[in-house]
């Protein structure tokens, strides 16, 4: 079944102990990014990229860190989480078609609280 | 930069009626792409609907059609015989092609939570 995986999918955290949610896609998709959704901001981009090695800052990169080593894995990395990173994290993946978007597919989530 | 805007935080709808969902969106690019999410309770993301800007016919998913004014940059969608099971928060996102974006990244609104009661 294709589909794109985090984990955890709920994480309760204190400030500042490092965390890294997972993502993995077995669809064999070049393009990887992380959003986070917040309430009445919808869903904000966080970091992304294009393909194995190569990684960029999104929307709102501040706090975060990602690498793509492999091209199926796409974690993301909180150094040093505090209060403000509460919220609901989701993985996304897609073929990179030319000049076409490709479908985007989300993870299921993973709720993360600082406390 | 692009922004997407839904003035409606929260709706309701009687089973089995029909009920529109605002958007409205601000790009300068010619050429862009519209969707409409839906996230239930167990908070996956599915995709509704995709609406190329290029193409001037409404697309329809089934119950789901969207009532796309390029013009008024607006971009509402439409659900008929509303099911118990539509019950979700809907986002509208907006995403211009990837020679221009170089993130692939959509832009979202802030969400319509949808209500189906029985």
Not at chain 1, 53 to 78: A, C, H, M, W
Not at chain 2, 25 to 41: A, G, I
């Amino acid at each position: 079944e294709a589909q794109v995986t985090q984990n955890p999918r709920y994480l309760i955290t204190v400030t500042g102990k490092k965390l890294t949610v997972t993502c993995s896609q077995n669809m064999n998709h070049e393009y990887m990014s992380w959003y986070r959704q917040d309430p009445g901001l919808g869903l904000r981009q966080i970091y992304y990229s294009m393909n194995v090695e190569v990684t960029d800052k999104g929307d709102v990169p501040e706090g975060y860190k990602v690498s793509r080593k492999e091209k199926r894995n796409f974690p993301l990395i909180l150094e040093s989480p505090s209060p403000n990173q509460t919220s609901l994290y989701f993985c996304a993946s897609s073929f990179l078609v030319g000049l076409a978007n490709g479908e985007l597919f989300f993870g299921e989530g993973s709720r993360l609280t600082v406390l | 930069a692009q922004t997407v805007t839904q003035s409606q935080p929260e709706m309701s709808v009687q089973e089995a009626e029909t009920v529109t969902l605002s958007c409205t969106y601000d790009t300068s690019e010619n050429n862009y792409y519209l969707f409409w999410y839906k996230q239930p309770p167990s908070r996956q993301m599915i995709l509704v609907i995709r609406q190329e800007a290029y193409k001037q016919q409404n697309a329809t998913e089934n119950r789901f059609s969207v009532n796309f004014q390029k013009a008024a940059k607006s971009f509402s969608l439409k659900i008929s015989d509303s099911q118990l099971g539509d019950t979700a928060m809907y986002f509208c996102a907006s995403q211009v092609p990837l020679v221009l974006n170089a993130g692939n990244m959509l832009t979202f609104g802030g969400g319509t939570r949808l209500m189906v009661k029985p």
